[in-house]
């Protein structure tokens, strides 16, 4: 019987999934030297977020085939070490989605009556029916920033509740967004279109202060905020200009940049609802954590392939040569197509032409959509569940192969389906380096790592010595820079590889250059 090691609290109920099948030991009380002593007895360990699964303490479980995290995220857990030992890495990120929704409705009911503001007015003894005049909710839009698991569910029971559901999410399908009753638009659209927006995506470097002062002042006057994601995807200081202004009517916020939130100024705010970060915290959701994670580990012993396994998988030998480079490269074309690609996207294609016509191309797709995911998910997207995030958002990723790569002797497009145009990318092997040859439809190459600022605008003398200028104002180094241009006097895209990230105030004085018609910055 396989022995299974509980170093952390997890629900009655996946426990007891667990020793219907192995042996359990639940020891909550190990320190660190007590656990790499104890290791060498278990095949599976279970950890929380308290336990620190090291590549020392991965070692040390000489035994161990699977690392259970109860839970979303895996920081605590070296993932690499783990691969590269073998061992599978599952999770629970679906358990708490129902949890979040519900409670994301129950914040948007209660900032349309009033009800925690009415509430502590009759306990302290007034009787103020007035000063409460609250809206229905019925027939007023709501808008989603984020449409997967929590999103969709939150999606389902606004329309329920006779709402208008917008949402901006650019990896979900037109056809999956009407399946949950949602119209997919631009993220500005949203925002300015909706009478009550809610926040639905994980706190990534692209995500952090998404909501800030432009993004507020885009908002209807008079709408509201919902924050049950994480902190910091809002510039507090700019929530609280805007509430303070009139501009927002009200907002409610599970999640706040620190937490506690001591010293925040929207504690207490009259127009702002707060919670203790309560988005996980029904039993229901608890229960759900444990039962997941116990059935991803018991797969996993029975050498299956668990709904939420987390690390890489397994490329076979006599294809390493040739597919483990496009792996790499599909990965940033990927990632790439998203950070540049910000209309709703209909469907996705990939082509594999040269050299990857003639071998196995599974992992290049899963790595593929692996980039197109990455930044629209807390928790870690690897290719083992990219495919499965993207059956939930209704990705479509339709592939094709072709013998011929031009001058290339391989080649890997990416196409992007958008309701008014093709946005196609495409890359190679150069040097034994992943290269991009085509972005967006523009001819250029370079390596697509690290910091790396993107312009679209007017080709016209003085653009590139101005953008530099720009960019050693603020001390940033370039590395390399590249230009493609669809005529002269025409459309053009500038490519900068920086050594040093791109400040935002850089990327506002950018987009306000009358010839640049966008800039953005991506870390690839």
């Known amino acids: 019987m396989d022995r299974i090691l509980v170093t952390e609290p997890i629900a009655e109920e996946g426990l007891a999934r667990l020793r219907a099948a192995a042996h359990v030991d639940v020891r909550t009380d190990f320190d660190r030297a007590g656990l790499l002593a104890a290791l060498p007895a278990y095949d599976a360990l279970i950890v929380r977020s308290a336990t620190k699964v090291t590549a020392d303490v991965l070692a040390a479980g000489t035994r161990l085939r699977v690392v259970g995290r109860a839970g979303t995220g895996v920081d605590n857990i070296d993932l690499d070490a783990a691969t590269r030992q073998g061992i599978v890495v599952v999770n629970a990120p679906a358990s708490n989605s129902v949890a979040v929704a519900e409670l994301t409705i129950g914040l948007i009911l209660s900032l349309a009556r009033h009800i925690p503001h009415a509430h502590s007015s009759v306990v302290s003894g007034q009787w103020e029916r007035g000063r409460f005049m609250g809206f229905e909710v019925r027939n007023k839009t709501l808008g989603l920033v984020g449409l997967g698991r929590i999103g969709a569910e939150v999606a389902r029971r606004a329309r329920g509740l006779e709402m208008h559901v917008l949402a901006y999410d650019p990896v979900v399908s037109t056809e999956r967004a009407a399946q949950l009753g949602a119209t997919l638009a631009a993220l500005d659209d949203v925002l300015a279109a909706s009478d009550m927006v809610s926040l639905h995506v994980p706190l990534v470097e692209a995500t952090r202060n998404l909501i800030d002062a432009t993004r507020l002042a885009q908002m209807k006057r008079g709408a509201y905020l919902i924050n049950a994601a994480r902190g910091g995807i809002v510039d507090e200081a700019a929530l609280l200009d805007a509430l303070e202004r009139g501009h927002i009517a009200g907002a409610a916020l599970d999640t706040y940049a620190?937490?506690?939130p001591s010293g925040n100024s929207l504690i207490g705010h009259?127009?702002?609802?707060?919670?203790?970060h309560l988005g996980a915290s029904t039993m229901e959701a608890q229960a759900l954590t444990g039962v997941d994670v116990a059935e991803g580990v018991l797969i996993a012993l029975a050498g299956g392939s668990p709904h939420y396994a987390v690390n890489a998988p397994y490329i076979p030998p006599e294809h390493e040569g040739i597919v483990a480079p496009y792996v790499d490269l599909g990965r940033r074309l990927g990632?790439?197509?998203?950070?540049?690609?910000?209309?709703?996207?209909?469907?996705?294609?990939?082509?594999?032409?040269?050299?990857?016509?003639?071998?196995d191309t599974t992992p290049v797709r899963l790595a593929v959509l692996q980039g197109l995911l990455a930044g629209t998910r807390e928790e870690r997207v690897t290719p083992v569940n990219a495919p499965l995030l993207a059956r939930e958002r209704g990705l479509k990723l339709t592939e094709y192969s072709t013998?011929?790569?031009?001058?290339?002797?391989g080649l890997l497009v990416l196409r992007a389906q958008t309701a008014e145009a093709q946005r196609e990318f495409a890359g190679t092997i150069l040097r034994g380096q992943p290269h991009v040859v085509e972005a967006d439809g523009f001819w250029v190459t370079f390596v697509p790592a690290g910091p790396m600022l993107f312009t679209y605008h007017r080709d016209r003398p003085g653009m590139i010595g101005r953008v530099g200028t720009l960019l050693g104002e603020a001390d940033v180094n370039i590395a390399s820079m590249d230009v493609g241009r669809l005529a002269p006097r025409e459309q053009a895209m500038m490519v900068l590889r920086c050594d040093d990230p791109v400040p935002p105030e850089v990327i506002a004085r950018l987009r306000a250059e009358p010839d640049i018609q966008h800039a953005t910055t991506l870390v690839i």
């Not at 998203?338 to 082509?351: K, M, Q, S, Y």
Request: glycine share 8%; proline share 10%; hydrophobic share 35%.
């Open 270 to 276: 009259p127009r702002v609802i707060t919670l203790p």
């Open 403 to 409: 013998e011929d790569a031009g001058n290339y002797s």
């Open 335 to 359: 990632a790439l197509c998203a950070g540049l690609v910000h209309d709703p996207v209909r469907n996705f294609e990939v082509e594999y032409r040269g050299e990857l016509a003639d071998v």
């Open 258 to 260: 620190t937490e506690p």
